[in-house]
């Protein structure tokens, strides 16, 4: 049996994004807000720094019921016992991560258009993350943003768990959640934040008074 997860507040966070400030103490603080998942998302550090950032974001995220979900790579996650991994269009194929990580790991993809959308293999992944949905400066995106409307179609698509990712801001999120997804995945909203607990509170009561 896979495990339960909440997208409503999905924060993604790597060692360019806290403004010196300990991964695990921004990552704490978004949940205590209201954060319902959280992505360690590193491009650049080593292999043993990456897992040694997991395992003590882990450790931080156990007690509270958060999972830790590793972008990209499937070999941090076993390493750390993390919760699982997302996947980009160029990452490992989920066939092969659901292989190595078995049934209970959850498992998510990114598409960024309805053909990307219509390949997903439902039955291997337990959510989608549609976009960008917004021009942002926190990730660089070769595509032109979706905005609201093309969220909207894709997001027909679909009968899994969706999050929307991309220059989502407290301004934006209201109509990002009822173009018909579950969450909002978010960055520099919380991670840049003087007080992250405080802005992903802000943004967990934007998104829950949104949804239908």
Known sequence: MRQTFDLSLYLIIGPDHCAGRPLADVAEAA?????????????????????????????????????????????????????????????????????????????????????????????????????????????????????IAGLAEIAALFDLPLVAIAGITRGNAASVIAAGVEGIAVISAVCAAEDPRAAAADLRAIVDQAKP
């Open 31 to 147: 949940v205590r807000g209201g954060a319902g998942m959280i992505q360690l998302r590193d491009k650049t550090s080593t292999s043993r720094s990456q897992i040694d950032s997991a395992r003590e974001l882990k450790a931080r995220l156990g007690p509270l019921g958060v999972p830790l979900l590793i972008n990209d790579r499937v070999d941090v996650v076993l390493a750390a016992g993390a919760d699982g991994v997302h996947l980009g269009q160029s990452d490992m194929d989920p066939s092969d991560a659901r292989g190595l990580l078995g049934d209970n790991a959850i498992i998510g993809v990114t598409v960024h258009n309805l053909d990307e959308a219509r390949a997903v293999p439902l039955e291997l992944v337990d959510y989608v993350s549609i976009g960008g949905v917004f021009a942002t400066s926190s990730k660089n995106n070769p595509n032109p943003p979706i905005d």
